[in-house]
């Protein structure tokens, strides 16, 4: 081949041995450059609608466009899990035996595995408040339900659905959307393989009829709120297909496809009403079954998703006899080589009163941004809080001593705020606190330091709202020692006057750092507040402060956004705007009387 080569006019410029090897060093590159064409052109081939975004055209017509990452090897999938609002338990299941999420001790803070999951929920009205505390403290846990409230009975939910998802095209990036009803159970890791082999039930998929698929079951009643694969390219069309107007539409038939989706089926499909059809429909009754209430009499190796499925004990018989593997949706960062790994931890416990409950989207909000701003886990806990009064016979606030012990053991280091503590300034970083603490006191003597709580001014004791602890033996020994002050499990201030008076012990003295009548570092209360705080916290007097945190990050939320933050006025000269600057929190309109007993009911 090189003897060939040689011929080319421009090779033969290189003579010598030097010459010689520079030569096979072009042709190399030559040879490799042509396999790349050719692989890649083998890959366009084999799915270019898929793989590579690229505008198609159909019958002299621009379709659809879209992009798709060219980094991942496999197919993105969004999945999207419809359920009801009193359904915890059941996303409990499914987020593990489809993700293998078991708890929130070690949260997903990113999803960016091939799949994308979330539940849309629809919350219906005159739904009792106790499951509302409960769902609201799942949403705050699993930062993965998307809310619908007031949906009523014969509303087009599809319609929302696909509006929904329409919505994210900007946010994530996907090729295949996966509509699944919570009461069914599916393999996705081989739904996935399905859509990768371009193979289903013997049929073999154009790229284009990948694109416009419309994977379900649409025979039977009600049968596609079980699950639906769509193409990227036929959620517009759906969203568009006016049904209304369907030539021959009676009663019996939006009986027999009460849904969008299987209208369309039977308006393209089964009355083959359109010479311009686009979407590809496979009515799947091989893959997809409805229960049959035995898993005696579910192939194991056809199967792919079994809907109408309401027992959690058969649900968990068809996991085993299907052997449906977990899919990851998380790839965690890679830790950089000596980064402490720090959780922000607070309470998702609403009292019966439900006074946090409006804001409680909001306080999470600001949390969680400020977690993963920073790469720190953000953890929110209610079960802890719940065992208290009925089993330990304490107030629902030592849940918190409960939850620390058990998060803890995941990290190096907790920050702990209450729920009605706020994140005012996102630029400070945890490190950066240790950094002071290690100038304060010196570098050796922190590193003995386990635990870090601020006694703001004018307070009888430290506050036990917001403080660091450390993953360490001296930690384990002080929360075990807290637990056991049974005096104050109903009494003064509880969980806060037990640990106030453990850790000023012989034994304790020298692992606490006692940020004495300090306002600044993490516990400020809002009537102190000076832009740039790193944190506000509204320690309430017998009285819900929900208003009052909101107003504030209202006016945080508008001071970040003016052009001058107020750290920089502040920094300044201009006197004038400095005042402002300064005024811009403090007129809470909240009475604090911080010497009294504080209701630690809402933290
Ligand atoms: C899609 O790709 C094109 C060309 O690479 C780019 O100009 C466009 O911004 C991309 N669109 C999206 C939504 O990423
Ligand atoms: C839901 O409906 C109720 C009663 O009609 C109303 O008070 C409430 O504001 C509605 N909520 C939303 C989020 O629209
Ligand atoms: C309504 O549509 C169904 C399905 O096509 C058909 O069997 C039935 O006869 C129709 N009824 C009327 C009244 O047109
Ligand atoms: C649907 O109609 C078109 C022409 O209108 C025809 O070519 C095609 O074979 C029909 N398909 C079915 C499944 O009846
Ligand atoms: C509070 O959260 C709700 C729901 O997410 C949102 O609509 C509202 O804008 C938020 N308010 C503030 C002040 O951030």
Redesign the pocket.
């Known amino acids: 081949m090189t003897r060939y080569l040689n011929e080319i006019v421009f090779l033969r410029l290189f003579r010598g041995t030097l010459g010689k090897h520079i030569q096979r060093f072009i042709v190399l590159c030559l040879i490799l450059l042509f396999f790349n064409y050719v692989l890649i052109t083998l890959n366009i081939n084999q799915d270019p609608y898929l793989q590579y975004g690229v505008i198609f055209k159909d019958e002299g017509q621009s379709i659809n466009t879209f992009n798709n990452s060219i980094t991942s090897e496999s197919h993105k999938l969004l999945v999207v899990i419809v359920s009801h609002v009193t359904e915890i338990r059941t996303r409990k299941l499914i987020r593990e035996f489809m993700f293998g999420i078991k708890n929130n001790l070690r949260p997903c803070m990113e999803q960016n595995g091939n799949i994308y999951y979330k539940f849309l929920v629809k919350i219906y009205q005159g739904v009792n408040y106790k499951i509302l505390k409960e769902f609201k403290a799942e949403v705050m846990e699993y930062d993965d339900i998307i809310e619908f409230p007031n949906i009523t009975f014969n509303v087009d939910w599809q319609k929302i659905v696909l509006t929904w998802i329409q919505s994210l095209e900007n946010e994530i990036s996907y090729d295949y959307v996966a509509i699944i009803d919570s009461h069914s159970v599916v393999d996705l890791n081989k739904l996935r393989q399905i859509i990768d082999s371009s193979v289903i039930n013997t049929y073999t998929l154009t790229p284009k009829q990948k694109f416009y698929l419309v994977w379900g079951r649409f025979d039977i009643q009600t049968a596609d709120d079980m699950f639906i694969i769509l193409g990227r390219g036929s959620i517009d069309i759906l969203l568009n297909f006016d049904y209304f107007i369907m030539p021959n539409r009676n009663k019996t038939l939006i009986e027999l496809f009460p849904n969008r989706i299987s209208m369309a089926y039977y308006y393209f499909e089964v009355e083959n009403l359109t010479d311009e059809r686009k979407l590809f429909f496979i009515n799947d009754q091989i893959g997809m079954i409805e229960w049959t209430n035995s898993v005696k009499t579910i192939p194991i190796e056809e199967t792919i998703g079994v809907g109408h499925v309401y027992l959690e004990i058969d649900v968990k018989d068809l996991i085993a006899h299907l052997s449906i593997s977990k899919s990851t949706i998380c790839h965690p960062i890679k830790h950089e080589n000596g980064k402490l790994s720090i959780a922000l931890v607070t309470s998702s416990f609403i009292y019966d009163d439900m006074c946090m409950y409006p804001?409680a989207?909001?306080i999470t909000?600001n949390k969680r941004r400020y977690a993963k701003k920073h790469g720190y886990s953000f953890v929110a806990r209610s079960e802890e809080y719940t065992q208290q009064r009925f089993f330990k016979k304490r107030k629902d606030v030592w849940g918190k001593i409960d939850a620390i012990e058990k998060v803890l053991p995941h990290y190096d280091w907790v920050f702990w705020m209450d729920m009605d503590a706020v994140i005012a300034n996102h630029d400070i970083t945890i490190e950066q606190l240790f950094e002071n603490f290690e100038k304060m006191v010196g570098k050796e003597k922190f590193n003995e330091i386990s635990f870090v709580i601020a006694r703001p001014r004018d307070d009888s004791m430290v506050s036990a709202g917001v403080f660091l602890i450390k993953n360490s033996e001296w930690s384990r020994k002080f929360l075990r020692e807290t637990q056991k002050q049974r005096k104050y499990y109903n009494y003064g201030l509880r969980e806060q006057l037990a640990m106030a008076v453990l850790m000023r012990r012989e034994e304790y003295k020298n692992g606490a750092l006692y940020l004495n009548e300090d306002d600044r570092t993490f516990n400020t209360y809002p009537d102190r507040y000076i832009p740039g705080d790193f944190v506000v916290h509204w320690a309430p007097d017998y009285k819900c402060p929900a208003e009052n945190v909101?107003d504030g990050?209202?006016k945080l939320?508008k001071s970040i956004r003016g052009s001058d933050s107020p750290l920089k006025i502040l920094k300044s000269n201009r006197f004038k705007e400095k005042l402002l600057a300064i005024a811009i929190l403090s007129n809470s309109k909240s009475v604090f009387h911080r010497n009294e007993q504080r209701a630690s009911q809402y933290i």
Do not use: E, G, S
Request: glycine residues 0%; charged residues 50%.
């Open positions: 804001i989207d909001n909000d909101l990050i209202k939320k």
